[in-house]
């Protein structure tokens, strides 16, 4: 897993990037059945988007990120909201397998992913997660909407026009998270012996100007993030294009992909849609 998110580029994450509404949560707990006796590994989690939410829900929650900035945003939230059990754990998709020996087989509801798979050797990272996962516990791969500036609205737009001026080449990458992103996070999972389902939560939800900005930095490597001159004049930019609104509205489609752990005796895949 990809690390160079540290410095200004996780304070913009962290204030910028959305949250989870609570129907995601109720999404995740009724999918693996999520309870108070239950660990949940929160891998790729950032600044504890989706992992301090989910604390609330079960007895600990592990997020690891192979970025110390992000890790010390999150441990700082969590200490600022009271929550006392998540842990924090500097590692990537390759330390899976130690965790193991580390929490013991069999002793984990769900392995959440949420935007970072992308990063990631899927197959890899599927067929490791197995001795982890108690049975009925799986894996939850989450999308938490399109990236802001590939989405079909004018404000959109109007925000890759300018992206695309400040950056000087055209934006086609939209991190795996269209239906091709998608397909390849089903495939994985049903090769590595998963039963699938999925389903997804869809809601409408105000976006400042200043979130908008701040999230397109969020989501550059620190190498790559323009000087905060450009920044500055970039914001304008925007601000100009959209006509001077301060917040527009955005259609927040996010995607659940799940991969319920099974004996690996039964036969047939099973594919399953829900709204």
Do not use: K
Not at 4 to 9: I, K, L, N, Q, Y
Not at 10 to 36: I, K, N, Q, S, W
Request: charged share 25%.
């Amino acid at each position: 897993m990809a690390t160079g998110f540290g410095g200004e580029v996780a304070t913009y994450y962290a204030r910028h990037r959305r949250g989870y509404p609570p129907e995601v949560l109720d999404a995740l707990a009724a999918a693996f059945r999520l309870g108070g006796d239950d660990t949940v590994v929160d891998l790729g989690c950032g600044t504890g988007q989706l992992s301090l939410p989910l604390a609330d829900r079960v007895r600990a929650v592990v997020g690891m990120d192979p970025e110390p900035d992000m890790l010390a945003i999150a441990r700082r939230t969590a200490v600022e909201q009271g929550t006392a059990n998540a842990v924090w754990m500097l590692a990537g998709d390759s330390e899976v397998p130690a965790l193991s020996r580390l929490l013991g087989e069999r002793t984990v509801g769900a392995l959440t992913v949420a935007v970072a798979v992308h990063f990631m050797d899927r197959d890899t990272l599927f067929e490791a997660a197995r001795p982890l996962l108690r049975p009925g516990g799986g894996i939850a791969v989450v999308t938490n909407g399109d990236p802001l500036w590939t989405q079909e609205t004018e404000w959109s737009l109007a925000l890759r026009e300018c992206l695309e001026r400040m950056l000087g080449h055209p934006l086609t990458g939209r991190c795996q998270t269209d239906e091709d992103g998608r397909r390849r996070n089903r495939e994985a999972l049903v090769r590595a012996g998963y039963r699938y389902e999925e389903t997804s939560v869809r809601y409408d939800a105000p976006l400042t100007v200043d979130d908008m900005v701040g999230g397109v930095f969020s989501a550059m490597s620190a190498e790559h993030l323009p000087s905060s001159r450009r920044r500055a004049a970039f914001a304008v930019d925007v601000h100009d294009a959209l006509g001077g609104l301060d917040m527009v509205t955005e259609r927040v489609d996010v995607r659940l992909q799940y991969g319920i752990a099974r004996n690996r005796a039964s036969s047939g895949d099973s594919y399953v849609t829900r709204r």
